[in-house]
C-alpha cells in the first residue's frame, strides 16, 4: 500500500465565502439558543443563520458576556425568495490585531456599535450601500462567532 500526500495551497488572503459563515454559524450554540428563544426572528436561507437587528444584538451582547469573540457581521434583505446583501454592511473583525486589547470585548463592542448606530435601520437599495436597485424584504443580520477564545 502506498501513502498518498496531499498538498493544499491555501492563499494568503482567503476570499470571504458562504460556506465558511455557514459552517460556523449553524454550529454555533448562541445562535441555537436564539433561534429557540426568538423563532420568528430568525430566517434560514442557503445554510446560514439569519436573526433580525434586535436578536443579533442580543446574541453579541451574550458572546460578550461569554467572552466570545464576534469574527465578523453581514446585513441583507430576504425576501420570500431571494436574499439581498449590503455589500456596504460587511464586518470582519477576524483579522484585527489588537495589542493590549481582548478579542471578544473589542469585537463584541464594535458589533454593537454597529448594531445601535449605522446599522440599526434597513439599509436603502442603490450604490451608497451597494445594494441591488430592486432589493427588498426583511432586513436580517448574520452574525459569525468564533467557536473558542
Given at each position: ?26 454550529m454555533?450554540p ?21 436573526l ?98
Open positions: 500500500m502506498t501513502a498518498v500526500r496531499v498538498r493544499w495551497r491555501v492563499p494568503r488572503r482567503l476570499p470571504a465565502t458562504r460556506w465558511t459563515v455557514s459552517c460556523l454559524a449553524a454555533h448562541l445562535l441555537q439558543d436564539a433561534e429557540r428563544r426568538h423563532p420568528e426572528s430568525v430566517v434560514h436561507r442557503g445554510g446560514e443563520i439569519f433580525s437587528v434586535g436578536v443579533a444584538t442580543e446574541v453579541v451582547s451574550d458572546a460578550q458576556r461569554q467572552h466570545i469573540p464576534v469574527l465578523g457581521l453581514e446585513a441583507v434583505l430576504i425576501s420570500d425568495a431571494d436574499t439581498f446583501p449590503a455589500l456596504s454592511r460587511i464586518a470582519d473583525f477576524s483579522r484585527t490585531t489588537r495589542h493590549g486589547t481582548d478579542l471578544a470585548d473589542w469585537s463584541a463592542a464594535q458589533a454593537l456599535s454597529l448594531l445601535n448606530g449605522a446599522w440599526k435601520q434597513p439599509p436603502i437599495p442603490g450604490e451608497q450601500e451597494q445594494l441591488a436597485f430592486d432589493a427588498h424584504g426583511r432586513y436580517m443580520v448574520a452574525i459569525v462567532l468564533s467557536s473558542v477564545e
